[in-house]
């Protein structure tokens, strides 16, 4: 009896060292190669609440601006790869799809507020997820509208728009300020219009397809390609910076728009904090939509999107799996977790994430609550996106340094037959 008794001792013994083992190994770390340099700090501070409150360690990775695709690509074939990465528009989810775990039915798919910001690949996959999302368009300075004459909802449309920056140019040394900030055509400063602004004419050509854009098309036609010209002209011309000087680049437009030297400034939301922190009033500011003159656009939105978007690794660890979604889980879902996370990327389209206090979102929704149509980012469908912005820029820039109709056919070539030619490069 004794030696049955110090029998089952013994294996009841082995039971528990193997469950105490087993449960340290299920309890899983996470990984997060972050997008956004900007919010490193404050990821990292995020990453130890967690891990104080629940003992998971969660590593914040940040990727340099401009290079997480290759960062991404590096740390995959690593031996602890990330369990939570980005893949943001339809080409990342052909390129990265398979290494995304289906988020259908989770916990934290469970707490989106919209399926507005869900990427899914040609299966039905869910393969990532929008974690925050962000708008565009023209930030005003409404109390230099004002000053110049004009009520702060006086401009509704493209010839509104037109009147006003065309008069506070003629007006610049009377004023004291100009319409338009520079439109640096730098590195730095040239994906406002080869990217945001060229959005204008994806967004209102996919809307003519039979079928709404679900991934890159092969071609485009350039219908609105007017109407783009129309506003960089429009932008460029009535600045206090001569275009032609444009392609050297090295102009701060956020300081001019700061120092009240300029009314309109072609940015999003992300530039709240920095205006704030300059001392520039949420009452003085607001966010117009890229008015171009296309018919009905007085009922146009701000430019709504993301490339922001969560994949978790379908190739780590049940354990790893489990804790990057309860980690995923809790920042949307805690107070001062999400309180954080909104305070760098904005907001957040959870149903229990905080609110943001952004004046630029708050205008995007009174649009949209207005009944006014967004412009989704349907520039997330450019075709080898660097290689297409790249031959872009070097049009624009024959163009503004002699802006005739021929070099303007230079930028419609860019524009529309370098879709053509990018999309052949990036699926030959």
Not at 172 to 198: C, K, N, P, V
Not at 333 to 361: I, Q
Request: net charge negative; hydrophobic share 40%; charged share 20%.
């Amino acid at each position: 009896m004794k030696k049955l008794f110090a029998l089952l001792l013994a294996v009841l013994m082995v039971i528990s060292l193997v469950a105490c083992t087993g449960g340290e190994e299920e309890k899983g770390s996470v990984y997060w190669l972050n997008f956004k340099p900007e919010s490193d700090e404050v990821l990292k501070e995020i990453a130890a609440m967690y891990t104080e409150e629940t003992g998971i360690e969660v590593q914040i990775v940040t990727a340099a601006s401009g290079t997480y695709n290759e960062t991404l690509t590096a740390e995959m074939d690593k031996s602890t790869p990330p369990t939570i990465f980005v893949v943001g528009n339809a080409a990342a989810v052909e390129q990265w799809g398979e290494y995304c775990l289906d988020l259908t039915g989770t916990d934290i798919a469970n707490e989106l507020n919209t399926d507005a910001y869900m990427l899914k690949d040609a299966d039905g996959k869910l393969c990532s997820i929008g974690y925050c999302y962000e708008c565009y368009g023209i930030i005003v300075n409404t109390a230099l509208l004002e000053q110049a004459g004009y009520a702060k909802d006086y401009i509704t449309n493209f010839e509104t728009l037109k009147t006003v920056a065309e008069d506070v140019h003629a007006r610049a040394a009377e004023l004291g300020f100009d319409a338009f900030t520079s439109s640096g055509m730098d590195d730095s400063s040239s994906w406002r219009f080869t990217g945001h602004l060229a959005n204008l004419e994806y967004y209102y050509e996919s809307v003519d397809a039979p079928d709404a854009w679900t991934e890159c098309p092969a071609e485009i036609k350039g219908t609105y390609m007017d109407n783009y010209k129309a506003l960089y002209d429009l932008m460029v011309v009535n600045s206090a910076t001569n275009r032609a000087d444009l392609a050297n680049g090295g102009f701060d437009a956020a300081a001019e728009f700061k120092e009240g030297k300029a009314m309109f400034y072609v940015n999003g939301n992300w530039e709240w904090s920095g205006l704030s922190e300059a001392g520039m009033k949420a009452e003085d500011l607001t966010m117009i939509p890229y008015y171009c003159g296309v018919e009905g656009e007085e009922k146009a939105g701000l430019n709504c999107g993301t490339e922001n978007y969560w994949a978790v690794n379908a190739n780590a660890s049940e354990a790893d799996q489990k804790a990057t979604l309860d980690f995923m889980k809790w920042l949307v879902t805690d107070a001062e977790a999400s309180e954080k996370a909104v305070g760098t990327f904005g907001v957040m389209p959870y149903k229990n994430a905080a609110e943001s206090s952004n004046p630029f979102f708050a205008q995007a929704n009174a649009y949209a609550n207005a009944g006014n149509y967004t412009m989704p980012w349907v520039t997330n469908f450019q075709p080898n996106v660097d290689a297409y912005r790249a031959a872009l820029v070097a049009a624009m820039n024959t163009y503004n340094a002699d802006p005739t109709d021929a070099n303007w056919e230079l930028v419609e070539a860019a524009f529309v037959g370098g879709w053509a030619t990018q999309y052949a490069a990036a699926n030959q």
